[in-house]
DNA sequence: TTGAAAGCGATACCAC
DNA sequence: GTGGTATCGCTTTCAA
């Protein structure tokens, strides 16, 4: 471990001030051309950096933002982590520090950054927020901002969503006008950001004049085993519709397998409609047809609320996703 | 925006010096029972919290790593978020705060964190290490520890790696001795990693007196996309082997999508063996047999590399990887 | 068990 | 263009 040099150090060696230094450190200006090549060639030889901790005590310069995650809900799901890649692409540009944080029970929310850093954070970004969630409340006492990903149950709380009502509705619409007959919703559980893809669908079938009925609920399908168990179990009781919507195309590979399985071709008989638009949905066989996040504009948008530009002040930001069709809808409906 | 509360108002409601307060703060001891209640009430009212800057400044006490990670690959892949998620609870347990930066290109390199923060840093870990990796240089020019994940091509770097050679040994030791005729080794380029992965095939085939050129090595496999496409054009030539292992699951998917096409069945005309685990790998069908990386322990193994607790100081940890059969392996080699 | 005072490494303000 | 100096909030002696 090598000596860390200091400002002094540098006006030391270069028969300068410190001031002088930190001009040249910072880019300040008003600072002689002959003075300044001395000055870098002592910090480049010494390998000098600034000291973060001295540098942000006096007058806090730095932008720290925290990804809080909860990690609950089992695997990491891939829509997350492209929704982070956006947030780590977009912060390096503008020169945020980025930390994670994987939060997976309430005790430990001492240990988090949220309880420890006050003045460290410029704000945070929460996944997976629940009803009564902890880590807000301790937010709010620490008078740390923060956004949620996807509505919020806390009407107050500020946030950034897909536009889950409104892409349902349209895809739905469009599926209504093309001769559907019938969709099973396949969802984890009775979440806001699901009510809103229900009440998208509903809307859809009502504004066509159709009975409310054609649409099944099925709660419960929280991963491709469970989905995979429930087409099987529907298929032996014989109720099943035409198609198939499940929240989380990780979650369709449970439904592909289960029709094939059963020998009901997807793509022919029946329909399957994904959510998110990860790597492999392209890729299954037949293509899944899903609903594609704007990830870099809900990346941008979670990042801006946090470190505002120039008049961003909307608490509630809500970004178009689109329907992306693959093999996995029948002809009709192309 | 509230006040920020200091040590020294805390001092003042109090009526004790601001070193009692620090006492409390950080649970030194010493201090008497009523005091602390005085002093842990008048923090607590006013929701104080030590500032991190100042803390420190003096002395460094909070540790801090970050993860790097190259993004020229495309998407991110699961394997890695599952490491970053071990990574992040393990920190958290440990009061180890995280941080990330997606790296994608060299000129970025003077935003990022490595070039900025050398107090701040207390290690690195570095994703998709390349050859003559300017990270690297960056980061010994400034004295900031770091370690590589996977086997570094620079040998006096420090790694923690899956055993990729024992593990694709003993794999295609035991298939070999059940009646493997040939293996293709679908890989996406010439890294240290396949390198590692081949001749554990290639010894394997050796081992058991075997024709080396009943190893197929193919490079250039970087998505589904360029799997799926391979091997139609392999099956139009007419040149195929018995055994397709894959690096990485994710793209497996579009060997299962050719075969299928094809009416190839998986598991019966030929085993397909890929590398990762991801959740999705027993939900497709049939399920994927694949090399399955002890997650946590390669994130253990990292993040001990960089904040060591007892005598850790070896250079180069291989942490052993299993194998887990699925139906995608013919019955011959179950 | 408690407190006073020096110092960490930058920045900002004001001189020159 | 350049430099002195107080200051940020906490920790660390060292005394009492």
Redesign the pocket.
Same mark, same amino acid.
């Given at each position: 471990m090598q000596k860390?040099y200091?400002?002094?150090d540098i006006a030391k060696l270069s028969?300068?001030?410190? $001031?002088?230094v930190?001009?040249v450190?910072?880019n300040e200006g008003?600072?002689?051309k002959?003075?300044?090549e001395k000055i870098k060639s002592v910090i480049d030889r010494l390998g000098?950096t600034?000291?973060t901790y001295?540098?942000n005590?006096?007058?806090k $310069?730095d932008k720290t933002i925290l990804l809080s995650i909860r990690t609950t809900n089992g695997f990491p799901l891939q829509w997350m982590q492209m929704i982070i890649e956006q947030v780590g692409i977009i912060c390096l540009e503008k020169g945020i520090t980025v930390l994670v944080e994987y939060f997976y029970d309430e005790e430990n929310l001492e240990k988090s950054m949220i309880s420890k850093s006050v003045n460290y954070l410029d704000g945070v970004i929460l996944f997976y927020e629940e009803e009564n969630d902890v880590r807000i409340s301790a937010l709010r006492a620490r008078n740390i901002p923060f956004v949620v990903f996807e509505r919020a149950y806390d009407n107050s709380v500020r946030y950034v969503s897909n536009n889950n009502y409104q892409v349902l509705y349209s895809v739905f619409d469009s599926l209504c006008q093309k001769g559907l007959s019938g969709v099973e919703l396949l969802l984890r559980s009775d979440t806001l950001v699901n009510r809103d893809r229900v009440n998208g669908v509903v809307d859809a079938f009502k504004s066509h004049g159709l009975d409310v009925s054609n649409v099944k609920i099925t709660y419960g399908i929280g991963n491709a085993e469970s989905a995979y168990s429930h087409i099987l179990k529907e298929h032996e009781q014989g109720d099943m519709k035409e198609v198939f919507f499940i929240s989380g195309d990780e979650r369709a590979i449970g439904v592909y397998k289960a029709f094939e399985e059963l020998g009901i071709k997807i793509g022919e008989d029946v329909s399957v409609i994904g959510f998110d638009d990860i790597p492999l949905s392209s890729y299954i066989s037949p293509g899944l047809s899903t609903i594609r996040p704007a990830y870099y504009d809900l990346a941008k948008n979670l990042v801006l609320m946090l470190i505002p530009e120039d008049g961003n002040d909307e608490d509630h930001i809500v970004v178009p996703a689109s329907f992306i069709k693959r093999d996995s809808l029948q002809k009709k409906f192309m």
């Amino acid at each position: 471990m090598q000596k860390k040099y200091t400002i002094y150090d540098i006006a030391k060696l270069s028969g300068f001030s410190p $001031k002088t230094v930190a001009r040249v450190v910072n880019n300040e200006g008003n600072v002689a051309k002959d003075t300044e090549e001395k000055i870098k060639s002592v910090i480049d030889r010494l390998g000098y950096t600034p000291n973060t901790y001295a540098k942000n005590l006096k007058i806090k $310069k730095d932008k720290t933002i925290l990804l809080s995650i909860r990690t609950t809900n089992g695997f990491p799901l891939q829509w997350m982590q492209m929704i982070i890649e956006q947030v780590g692409i977009i912060c390096l540009e503008k020169g945020i520090t980025v930390l994670v944080e994987y939060f997976y029970d309430e005790e430990n929310l001492e240990k988090s950054m949220i309880s420890k850093s006050v003045n460290y954070l410029d704000g945070v970004i929460l996944f997976y927020e629940e009803e009564n969630d902890v880590r807000i409340s301790a937010l709010r006492a620490r008078n740390i901002p923060f956004v949620v990903f996807e509505r919020a149950y806390d009407n107050s709380v500020r946030y950034v969503s897909n536009n889950n009502y409104q892409v349902l509705y349209s895809v739905f619409d469009s599926l209504c006008q093309k001769g559907l007959s019938g969709v099973e919703l396949l969802l984890r559980s009775d979440t806001l950001v699901n009510r809103d893809r229900v009440n998208g669908v509903v809307d859809a079938f009502k504004s066509h004049g159709l009975d409310v009925s054609n649409v099944k609920i099925t709660y419960g399908i929280g991963n491709a085993e469970s989905a995979y168990s429930h087409i099987l179990k529907e298929h032996e009781q014989g109720d099943m519709k035409e198609v198939f919507f499940i929240s989380g195309d990780e979650r369709a590979i449970g439904v592909y397998k289960a029709f094939e399985e059963l020998g009901i071709k997807i793509g022919e008989d029946v329909s399957v409609i994904g959510f998110d638009d990860i790597p492999l949905s392209s890729y299954i066989s037949p293509g899944l047809s899903t609903i594609r996040p704007a990830y870099y504009d809900l990346a941008k948008n979670l990042v801006l609320m946090l470190i505002p530009e120039d008049g961003n002040d909307e608490d509630h930001i809500v970004v178009p996703a689109s329907f992306i069709k693959r093999d996995s809808l029948q002809k009709k409906f192309m």
